[in-house]
Nanobody, 120 residues
């Protein structure tokens, strides 16, 4: 099993900044992709940003230039720095991890979600 513990989030005014972190633990051999998705009320879950073990990153267009994803491979932790936040960034943010166990089986895991609210 893989456990994900998210922290960060909260309430911020438009134009402000927030940081999220997500630490993975449990039974895995290797972690591949780590990242963040979000889901606003009444909308589908959407990609925010992901990063691979090799360091490549992918951002949703609306987050480019404002959000920065990073990871600490030694501690199996992924971070999301969010700047210039807008009210439309209000959503529950979910950590995502793709891992491989010693048997070579891949799995996807999700964090419990953390609320980010941006006031206008």
């Amino acid at each position: 099993q893989v456990q994900l513990v998210e922290s960060g989030g909260g309430l911020v005014q438009a134009g402000g900044s927030l940081g999220l972190s997500c630490a993975a633990s449990g039974s895995f051999f290797r972690i591949n992709t780590m990242g963040w998705y979000r889901q606003a009320p009444g909308k589908q879950r959407e990609l925010v940003a992901v990063t691979t073990s090799g360091g490549s990153t992918n951002y949703a267009d609306s987050m480019k230039g404002r959000f920065t994803i990073s990871r600490d491979n030694a501690n199996y932790t992924v971070y999301l720095q969010m700047n210039s936040l807008k009210p439309e960034d209000t959503a529950v943010y979910y950590c995502y991890v793709e891992s491989v166990n010693v048997g070579g089986l891949w799995r996807d895991d999700w964090g419990q979600g953390t609320q980010v609210t941006v006031s206008s």
